[in-house]
């Protein structure tokens, strides 16, 4: 069975302290890891597709990357601004269905 | 533009009342999704649709009917519901149905049922 856990399940930084989130999966034959971002009662917000390991991608403050069974979302520098559940999905094989993770709550403090 | 827009924004409706919410699309997506996301969760695929087609019913109950009128436009038609169904309700759209494709969302319909 597909899974998708990500750590930690909440995290608070002070602005300007860089940190990372985790998103493992266990998944044979990934073809899409999906990052997104949700703010409290809205809908998740795209942010970036990592396809194969080796992969990286940047926008902003928020760098992912991608290795054989995990996914790190990079913040460097953030700012209260940030603070947002951040979710992890993933694709595989010919299903198109995104197994989504519980997220991770980050807030930060100004 | 990578918007999908829903309507209304909030939703309250009692158990005997038949409503609508509405999504549309202006990007060209030939792929349309509904989700349910209950609090502190990640969203539930409901319904897929793929060229006006429904390609996925994921167990829903029929209290739930989707529609799809055109390429841009995304229904989800409710009928006796239960407080349990109280939830957020996304709808997201894909260029096509395609493993690999990412999903872009809409900012979602609050629904209260009382």
């Known amino acids: 069975e597909d899974q998708v856990t990500q750590s930690p399940e909440a995290l608070r930084l002070q602005e300007g302290e860089s940190s990372s989130l985790n998103c493992s999966y266990t998944v044979s034959g990934l073809r899409g890891l999906f990052w997104y971002r949700q703010d409290p009662g809205k809908g998740p917000e795209f942010l970036f597709t990592?396809?194969?390991a080796g992969e990286e991608k940047e926008k902003e403050r928020l760098k992912a990357t991608l290795t054989k069974k995990e996914s790190f979302l990079h913040i460097t520098a953030p700012k209260p601004e940030d603070s947002a559940t951040y979710l992890c999905?993933?694709?595989?094989?010919?299903?198109?269905?995104?197994?989504f993770g519980k997220g991770t709550l980050l807030t930060v403090n100004p | 533009d990578t918007e999908v827009t829903q309507t209304p924004k909030h939703l309250v409706m009692g158990m005997t009342n038949k409503k609508s919410l509405k999504c549309e699309q202006h990007?060209?997506?030939?792929?349309m999704y509904w989700y349910k996301q209950k609090a502190k969760k990640p969203p539930e695929l409901m319904f897929v649709?793929?060229?006006?087609?429904?390609?996925i019913n994921e167990s829903v109950p029929s209290r739930f009917s989707p529609e799809c009128p055109n390429s841009s436009l995304l229904n989800l038609h409710l009928h006796a519901l239960q407080p349990e169904d109280s939830a957020l309700y996304l709808c997201a759209s894909s260029q096509t149905l395609g493993t690999g494709r990412e999903q872009y969302f809409g900012p979602g319909t609050r629904l209260t049922v009382t």
């Open positions: 990592l396809y194969s």
């Open positions: 649709y793929s060229y006006e087609k429904l390609s």
């Open positions: 999905a993933v694709t595989r094989g010919s299903n198109y269905k995104l197994t």
């Open positions: 990007m060209g997506h030939r792929a």
